[in-house]
């Protein structure tokens, strides 16, 4: 009787094995629009969408079938007369590899992670032609819109980010000096 149990349990967790690569497959559609700076369409521009799968190319508009993987995927477009735009597509998390690891365990997820079947990327992307240090995100994606890039900051931006330390710190009497209680600040 053991055994049979034994066989069982061994049948249904090869079966849940690879529960994203089921669910998910390792492709994922994503379409690709290009604009000009001052968000006219701009059509006809080629992009090559690069990752550790290897390179798909889409003409603008349009949508292409990516290899998901766990790897960001790099972009690039180009169109005589226009300048290049080019960002990075952030690789995410699907949640199917949570289940897989609750209910199939390790291997399923062992499985996911190397055919890339437990990541996504954003479904849709809109790149800005002269815009080099595009960001996009899948926690920025909204159904029916294309994920907008999360521009890095600039050096100023960062400037502004960090508090400033000032040079001089004001002295606040609180270091007792011999003989003396040290002073508490009141509001």
């Given at each position: 009787?053991?055994?049979?149990?034994?066989?069982?349990?061994?049948?249904?967790?090869?079966?849940?094995v690879g529960c994203a690569s089921v669910s998910n497959g390792t492709t994922g559609?994503?379409?690709?629009?290009?604009?000009?700076?001052?968000?006219?369409?701009?059509?006809?521009?080629?992009?090559?969408?690069?990752?550790?799968?290897?390179?798909?190319?889409?003409?603008?508009?349009?949508?292409?079938?990516?290899?998901?993987?766990?790897?960001?995927?790099?972009?690039?477009?180009?169109?005589?007369?226009?300048?290049?735009?080019?960002?990075?597509?952030?690789?995410?998390?699907?949640?199917?590899?949570?289940?897989?690891?609750?209910?199939?365990?390790?291997?399923?997820?062992?499985?996911?992670?190397?055919?890339?079947?437990?990541?996504?990327?954003?479904?849709?992307?809109?790149?800005?032609?002269?815009?080099?240090?595009?960001?996009?995100?899948?926690?920025?994606?909204?159904?029916?819109?294309?994920?907008?890039?999360?521009?890095?900051?600039?050096?100023?931006?960062?400037?502004?980010?960090?508090?400033?330390?000032?040079?001089?710190?004001?002295?606040?009497?609180?270091?007792?000096?011999?003989?003396?209680?040290?002073?508490t600040p009141t509001s």
């Amino acid at each position: 009787m053991r055994l049979i149990i034994y066989a069982a349990l061994v049948a249904v967790s090869l079966q849940l094995v690879g529960c994203a690569s089921v669910s998910n497959g390792t492709t994922g559609s994503m379409r690709v629009e290009t604009v000009s700076a001052a968000g006219q369409a701009v059509e006809g521009a080629t992009c090559n969408l690069t990752n550790d799968s290897g390179t798909v190319s889409v003409t603008t508009p349009g949508s292409v079938l990516v290899h998901r993987s766990s790897s960001d995927l790099h972009v690039e477009c180009k169109k005589v007369g226009e300048p290049s735009a080019a960002g990075t597509v952030t690789s995410r998390v699907a949640g199917s590899l949570f289940g897989n690891i609750l209910i199939g365990g390790g291997i399923g997820a062992i499985v996911d992670h190397s055919n890339g079947s437990a990541y996504n990327y954003p479904e849709w992307i809109r790149l800005v032609m002269g815009d080099s240090e595009a960001v996009f995100d899948r926690k920025d994606f909204v159904a029916g819109a294309p994920t907008l890039s999360r521009k890095p900051p600039t050096g100023a931006e960062r400037k502004e980010a960090v508090a400033p330390v000032p040079a001089e710190v004001p002295a606040i009497n609180s270091v007792p000096t011999e003989g003396k209680k040290a002073a508490t600040p009141t509001s």
